[in-house]
């Protein structure tokens, strides 16, 4: 099987956006277990500790028989890494899956990971990514571009709080010129971190 891993805190990346550099790796057995949708979203978006003793330091896949992932744990039962995996083994790690009984493995989540907005190609998401952490950095610690960059906007809420959701607002959902227009300015000599 092969999978591309990922952190634990990040979003999965489908094959489709697989590219070079990639934590890319082929796995030739796993174990499997069968658990709930419920399992499996926490799987997809938790940090979880996992409490099983014989899924600590382990590489295993996990799947409700329709979607499927592969994950890592440290010695101490943490989630690490997890992937998806590519399209030719998706079909077959799914099927494997569906035969088995359900499993119930203990875990607790302590964090959410990256929620994937779909729909958006990596370098979109990577792009959105930065601009909303250089609000915040603007918002935070350079409030006169923060207001510039209002008034270039058209933002023109009462109070910095109502601009600063406005502005989060525009970009919340999707990737449009908007975005572009930000990435733009942000990657400009005046924006750049002081």
Same mark, same amino acid.
């Given at each position: 099987?092969?999978?591309?891993?990922?952190?634990?805190?990040?979003?999965?990346?489908?094959?489709?956006?697989?590219?070079?550099?990639?934590?890319?790796?082929?796995?030739?057995?796993?174990?499997?277990?069968?658990?709930?949708?419920?399992?499996?979203?926490?799987?997809?978006?938790?940090?979880?500790?996992?409490?099983?003793?014989?899924?600590?330091?382990?590489?295993?896949?996990?799947?409700?028989?329709?979607?499927?992932?592969?994950?890592?744990?440290?010695?101490?039962? $943490?989630?690490?890494?997890?992937?998806?995996?590519?399209?030719?083994?998706?079909?077959?790690?799914?099927? $494997?899956?569906?035969?088995?009984?359900?499993?119930?493995?203990?875990?607790?989540?302590?964090?959410?990971?990256?929620?994937?907005?779909?729909?958006?190609?990596?370098?979109?998401?990577?792009? $959105?990514?930065?601009?909303?952490?250089?609000?915040?950095?603007?918002?935070?610690?350079?409030?006169?571009?923060?207001?510039?960059?209002?008034?270039?906007?058209?933002?023109?809420?009462?109070?910095?709080?109502?601009?600063?959701?406005?502005?989060?607002?525009?970009?919340?959902?999707?990737?449009?010129?908007?975005?572009?227009?930000?990435?733009?300015?942000?990657?400009?000599?005046?924006?750049?971190?002081?």
């Amino acid at each position: 099987m092969i999978v591309n891993w990922v952190k634990e805190d990040e979003e999965l990346l489908e094959p489709y956006e697989w590219s070079n550099g990639d934590d890319i790796e082929i796995i030739s057995t796993l174990s499997c277990f069968k658990v709930d949708q419920k399992t499996l979203h926490d799987f997809i978006y938790g940090c979880l500790h996992i409490f099983d003793q014989k899924l600590c330091q382990k590489v295993f896949a996990i799947g409700d028989g329709h979607y499927a992932l592969a994950i890592e744990t440290d010695d101490q039962g $943490k989630l690490c890494y997890r992937s998806v995996f590519d399209f030719c083994d998706r079909d077959k790690m799914n099927k $494997k899956i569906a035969a088995l009984e359900l499993s119930n493995i203990h875990y607790q989540m302590y964090d959410e990971g990256e929620m994937k907005e779909y729909g958006l190609t990596r370098e979109e998401r990577l792009k $959105k990514q930065f601009i909303e952490q250089r609000i915040d950095e603007l918002y935070m610690e350079n409030y006169d571009d923060f207001l510039m960059l209002c008034r270039q906007l058209n933002i023109e809420d009462a109070q910095s709080i109502q601009k600063y959701n406005h502005l989060k607002n525009k970009i919340a959902k999707g990737y449009t010129f908007i975005h572009e227009i930000l990435f733009y300015e942000f990657t400009k000599k005046e924006y750049k971190k002081k």
